[in-house]
C-alpha cells in the first residue's frame, strides 16, 4: 500500500517564536486586532510505501525523530491518507 | 606538529579563514571533504562557520548526517578535540555531540556585528591560551544563533561549568549591546562533559590576525597548537 503522510512541525509551546510574533504584529497592522497567538511551523509531505497504515505512521514518526523534527525545539503531528 | 581537520561541506564559507587561523597559530592544517570516510589521520577537527547544505530543513539537519560525521563521532569517542564555529555549532548541536539546539534570532534579523563575551571555561583544547574571565570582542554573524535547551540541561550546563563563553553587558568602555540573538542565559559557546567538543556562535578565525585589528580571536588557534593528546590515552587499550 501507498500511504500520503502530513507532517506539522511547530515550534514546542513555551518556547519563543519570533516568526510568529512578527506575523502577528503584522495582522494587527493591517487591521486584524482580532488575531492572537500566531505560531509558525512548517509542513511536510511524504509518500510512504507500507503494508498497514499503522507500519507508515511508525515509519513516518521514526523519520521525525530522527531529522525532520527537532526533538530539543520542536512537536509534530501526523495525517496518514490512503492514495 | 598537530594535524587540524577544517571540514568542508557544500556552504561552508569560513573555511579558508579557519584554515589560515590554524596554520598562523603554527599546526598543520588541512581541508577534509564532507564526503570523505575519514579524517586523515588529524588530531583535531574544526566544523567551521557557513550555510551547509543551505541551511535546508534546519541548520546543520543534514550536514549531521554526511559520511564525514561518522569519522567525527568516532574522533570525539576516542576523545579528540573537535570546535563548531557558528554553522559548526549548529551542527554539533543536531549531531548530539552537544546538548541543545540554536533557533531564529529572536529580534528574527541575520545579525554581523562584534560582540564581547567572557571566557568562563579556560581548561578546553580551545580556549587554554585565554585566563578564565577574560573579555573578548568577537565578531558574530547569524540568523539562527539563539541558544535554547531545556531548563534541566541549561542547569546542568550552568554546574558542570560548561559554558565557555557567554555574552556580557556592555560597559563604559563597551557600546556594544549584550546577547545579539536571545540565548538563553546569555550563552553564546558551551562544551561536552569533558571539554573536548566546543561549539560557539562567534568567529575567532576572523580576528586572528593583527592586520584585521585586535587579534581576541587567535586564542583559540594557539590553544590548539599547543593542546596535546594526554599520554594515559596511548597506553590504555582499546576497548
Known sequence: MSYRVHVRVMPRTGLLD???QAVEHALGALGFGEAGGVRIGRAIELEVAAPTRADAESRVRQMCDKLLANPVTEDYLLQVEER | MLNVAVVRFPGSNCDFDTLRAVERAGANAFFVWHRDASLNGADAVILPGGFSYGDYLRSGAIARFS?????VQRHV???????GICNGFQILCEAHLLPGALMRNAGLAFVSKPVDVIVERADTPFTSAYPAGSRLRLPVAH???RFVAGEDTLRMLEAEGRVVLRYVAATESSPLQPNPNGSARHIAGISNASGTVVGIMPHP??????????PDGHGFFTSLAAWRPRASKLNVPSR
Open chain 2, 77 to 83: 569517542v576516542d576523545g579528540g578535540p573537535v570546535l
Open chain 1, 18 to 20: 519570533p516568526q510568529g
Open chain 2, 67 to 71: 559520511p564525514v560525521m561518522q569519522a
Open chain 2, 205 to 214: 578565525e576572523r580576528v586572528a590576525d593583527s592586520l584585521l585589528g585586535p
Open chain 2, 143 to 145: 540568523g539562527d544563533g
